[in-house]
């Protein structure tokens, strides 16, 4: 039998784990909700979604324009198991309620403090805290990638500090609000909340984040110094991340110079939406002075957590003990090659 | 028997060209060109398009890459019947001679003056010039865009006179160069080529032109005033374009406010590589007074050509007589509605 | 006597104004008002303009900054014959009632409604509608420069109509909010109020307007297109504007391209705060054919309506009868050529 | 008497060390010299600087344009006693040798190695290795903002480790050429220039950097994390700044929240074209952790190094031994406050 799961809020990160769970052999998307009858609700019908009002004060505005509603997020709530809430944030605190009175799973997203569920995911590096859990949180875009290529070093050969200098994009590509138009903002309230989000899944790590944002829309770039436990080489590095899922690399000297030849690439691929759900370090960025390693690597925001919310839907609904199998489940049904 | 095509640069626009004709069951994709072993030569190799060098010098590099070439455009010009040359702009001529030598038909890009050809072709409004032809060519994103529109109004209603102002983005996404970061750049040699380009398809048409360009990727965005030859109604033009091919209404009120919207859109309808290959027209943008129309439309200038360039081959090669079903075929091959 | 001024919102055009009225020997500005204690209340401050609480309420967050405050906005307005409303658009309404009550005269932007005063100002055009006038409204900073080349245009040749699109920066320089920040946004209801603004200057004018918004945060530019009422020279053109106040040609083969050089040029003569106080018309970019008139020009969108307040100021506190003598007093002023 | 200073080269730095050395007492400036007729060089003649073209060959492009010059490159040299080298990077070994026939003193800018000069200057940091020295090479806008703050820290704190990603704008404002336009393009040959650069000042240095280029013209934004060799706190690392020449503290709880703010700051200062010469440092932006400080600064690349090309003259040519009293007098010869 399979997993039933909803979508609350069909939006930017929304629509992709819609997609995402559409096509998962052991889950059925039972339905996506959202306010206003935009362009992106008729595409959810269009993928045949079943469209659930947010709210009761929500339908008129759906039936106006001529969109049929399949009831609104409580019905949604009485049909489905798990429900994923990517709604925008600072709202979840109040559904959690809502999801817990009707005795449905939820899961968070990075945009919520830890706090609101006790319990952070991430695929690779603590699969098993999320096993069975009413609530989980799976980290945000940055904090996801910070994850995917530390836990592996970390693991392999050992991390004693980490800098990361975050430069964020502005705003995402179809947003009608962002970052000033010509100008770098840096965080000032330091450290910025990466350090301590990845201290969520791994409390053992020494990491300080900086940040700034950038007029741009497509990708976060972080800037990575490691002190390592052990000298290393740059192909012992290049071998662990050959070998670690959803981490891909690329070459400056195949005309992979920025975030903008990465999307690029991604949708010469194919991908859905031009989507890149991994992480992609330069290889050619790459440097190891005895045991420091420095790299870069640059963040699909729109994207790159999608896979471990499918992931994290299987720890919690209990359907794979084994992490590495849900993650090479998942990949394979999204078009991931490792 | 299918039309053996070959492409000449497999950039931007080759790539796309290859993709297409790649999907059509009357033609059959021979080959394509590259300098270099960049990704992008990696993704036709991996979509299974038969990589040619350009030229024998050429061959080394790719060699050196790994990537195993199928011969140099030479050797591709002796197996196709027709090439369609995407190479940079200015360097068309020289080929000219070379296709010509092969005795191989040529279709060229925007980027080349009319007269390299003495023919220029738009599917729905001169699509019988290019019947049989040995040259052709496809006029720019731009001069297709105001023809798809255009066309059809001046058909239905009449036009006496237009005045256009482009707004032209500043670089693809994934272009290394472009414009300046933070300023607008008239075009002060008037008038711009886009009128003069128009009227080598519609001679008749009273057509001046200016543009500026602008510090953005996605699209290129036309204010257009037209001159009617009688009065008509903002329902009739409407109802007119609703008819024509490749032409796609959007509203404002649907939350598509910008081309970074349009684009969004194209993404969410899952569109290879997030393109558009229809001119979007702003629905509620359009304004009629007694016999003036004034509308905005955007230009998706990575990928508007590519089906023209499909229906192009069919004119030179005799393939289809009828352009309505040349163009529905290959709509129909290319996943467009109309 | 002087004429004393004081200005309601030290914000980026306040400021300005605040500067150039200081600049008037006929004119002492008497104060200025700021809502909170920001670094540009401080500037005031620095520049000894007597600064002012917007009102009771704002005291106390200047106090807990350390700044002294000569008052409130009640306070100033007992001091002054005229104040200058430099208060962001759609509060204005409310403050006009308040400046009545206090017999003060009052001089709103072009960000408010022609309703709210029923007459509108542009010193070339119609100073004298202004003439003792207890409220008026200096046009936005695009209908300024509408007005500007065209009343001239009007007068010598004669101007049958109009087509300008209008390509607008998407946000100050120092704004924190702005446009989309990779996208092209048109504004769809038509027609634009851009020239509907310009009639309530030159009520005769044939004109219609188009626009969007741009991810630049340097200058508008406009593209236009004028019928004339004879045919007319390039040479013509350019002897009237050369005679014209506050209009500047520059020429692209003097390397200014772009609204980037343009800036460029106005922090190499040395202007205050790098504005550009006169209309930018490309000398290069005019073309005349027959009775049809093209041309660029560029809208420093933080200054162009500066000299025109100083000027709108006389002519309401009838300072000077002769609008040529008040621009050229003006200009002299605030170092413009002409 | 005067040391006579020329200036080789016109553009960005060339224009501000111009009007920098025409503002000392004990520096004349002689010429400055362009190759051709743009409005920058219109620009040297209407602030009174004498004009020499670069050679003999572009003085026929003067006097087409009615531009006279006083002379060629070479007449220049026979009158100067120094002269700042501000040509594009890369051509200034072709020039060195020239300046050394002339038996004249030159300062290279941070575009050209080290190795060219073997002496680098920065004012607090070195200004006895440059004394009396006869080629001296100014590092450029970052190592020069790197020092200005990681100096006074050494000294009064000591450093044991800096690690640094710099976040470069793509563009100056007035560039026509610049960076991807919705991008962010890292560095990849690790380690950039800049950590060595910091080490040709200041050997003993342990620092290492990182770099990415984004689509912004205002200023490039250091994230700097340093591990110190003894435990500090804020107040101690803000006092020592607040006393250290060429250093401003700004903080974004005043509203100057970004690179765009910064530069408003220095516009409403009244700085000459809107320069901030001073490195830009966020108060509260600035963290400590027992022996950690991490701090964000932000470095004007159009100015910051112009008041250390006037220092390095005067180290140069012996005019005065103490850096400190140059330093004072340059600042208020500029108007810099500290």
Known sequence: MKIKVGINGFGTIGKRAAWAVSKQDDMELVGVTKTRPSFEALMAIDQGFPLYAACQDDVAGFEKAGMKTAGTLDDLLTKVDIIVDTTPGGVAEGYKSKYEAAGVKGIFQGGEDHSLTGISFNAMANYHESWGAKFSRV???????????????????????????LIRRGADPGDRKGSMLNAIEPSLKLPTHHGPDVQTIMP???????????PTTLMHVHCIAVDLKRKTTEDEVVSIWQLTPRVRLVRGKDGIKSTGQVMELSRDMGNPRGDMMEIVVWKDG???????????????????????????IRSMTKLEQDPLRSIAKTNKALGLSK
């Open 139 to 165: 980290v945000s875009c940055n904090t996801t990638g910070l994850c995917r290529t530390l836990y592996p070093i970390d693991k392999e050969i050992g991390v004693s500090r980490v800098i990361a200098s």
């Open 286 to 312: 790459i440097k190891v002075v005895d045991d420091h390693l420095y790299y870069y690597q640059a963040i699909h925001q729109e994207s790159d957590v999608v896979p471990e919310i499918v992931d994290c």
């Open 204 to 214: 053992w790590m020494n990491i300080q984040t900086m940040a700034v944002v950038t």
